[in-house]
C-alpha cells in the first residue's frame, strides 16, 4: 500500500509561482509513474503532467506546457510541480496519483489527498 501526501499549495498572485510536492511512503517508489491531476470547482478532474519511473515527462496538458515542470527524486520518494507563471484558471485541487509501471491513468493505484492552489487575478 502506498500514501501520496501532497503539500505546497497556497494562494498565490497571477504570475507567480508555487511548488508541490508528493510523498510517498510504503512502497517502492521508483516502481511507480506519478502523475498530477487537476479538479476545478464544477470540472471534471483533468491530467496535468506525467513522469515516468526514471524521470522525464511523458505528457503535458497543453495548457501547462513552458509553466509547469514535474520532476521526482527517487531517494527521497518525492515528486513535484513546479508551477510558474500562473493563471487564475490554473486555481484548483491538485492531486498527485501513482500508477504501477505507468500501466494506467484513467485508474492510478493510487491517490494522494489534493493540495488546493489558488491563483487570484
Known amino acids: 500500500q502506498v500514501q501520496l501526501v501532497e503539500s505546497g499549495g497556497g494562494l498565490v498572485q497571477a504570475g507567480g509561482s508555487l511548488r508541490l510536492s508528493c510523498a510517498a511512503s510504503?512502497?517502492?517508489?521508483?516502481?511507480?509513474?506519478v502523475g498530477w491531476f487537476r479538479q476545478a470547482p464544477g470540472k471534471e478532474r483533468e491530467i496535468v503532467v506525467v513522469i515516468r519511473r526514471t524521470g522525464g515527462a511523458t505528457y503535458y496538458a497543453d495548457s501547462v506546457k513552458d509553466r509547469f515542470t514535474i520532476s521526482r527524486d527517487n531517494a527521497k520518494n518525492t515528486a513535484y510541480l513546479q508551477m510558474n507563471s500562473l493563471k487564475p484558471e490554473d486555481t484548483a485541487v491538485y492531486y498527485c496519483a501513482a500508477s504501477l509501471w505507468g500501466r494506467s491513468w484513467t485508474s492510478p493505484d493510487y491517490w494522494g489527498q489534493g493540495t488546493q492552489v489558488t491563483v487570484s487575478s
Open positions: 510504503g512502497g517502492t517508489f521508483s516502481s511507480y509513474a
